[in-house]
Nanobody, 114 residues
């Protein structure tokens, strides 16, 4: 089983930036995918970005060009750099680890508001 600890959420003004981090521990396999998902009030959880252990990335259309996902395999940590934030980015952001199984973090709140 894999445990995930997220950090970096908070309140930011429109146009601002935040960086989320997610550290994984436990039974981590060398081949895996880590990613970020978000859930806004009244909406379903949606994919934001994913990255494989080899560095291949995928982004939701709504965040392309503004968000960047990266990872440090030595630290088993994935990051999400969020720039040019918009009010519609407001949500709880969840980290996910996936190999043959799947684990989720507890979520971190991101609020974009003036």
């Amino acid at each position: 089983q894999v445990q995930l600890v997220e950090s970096g959420g908070g309140l930011v003004q429109p146009g601002g930036s935040l960086r989320l981090s997610c550290a994984a521990s436990g039974s981590i396999f060398s081949i895996n995918v880590m990613g970020w998902y978000r859930q806004a009030p009244g909406k379903e959880r949606e994919l934001v970005a994913t990255i494989t252990n080899g560095g291949s990335t995928k982004y939701a259309d709504s965040v392309k060009g503004r968000f960047t996902i990266s990872r440090d395999n030595a630290k088993n940590t994935v990051y999400l750099q969020m720039n040019s934030l918009k009010p519609e980015d407001t949500a709880v952001y969840y980290c996910r680890y996936r190999d043959s199984d799947s684990s989720w973090g507890q979520g971190t709140q991101v609020t974009v508001s003036s």
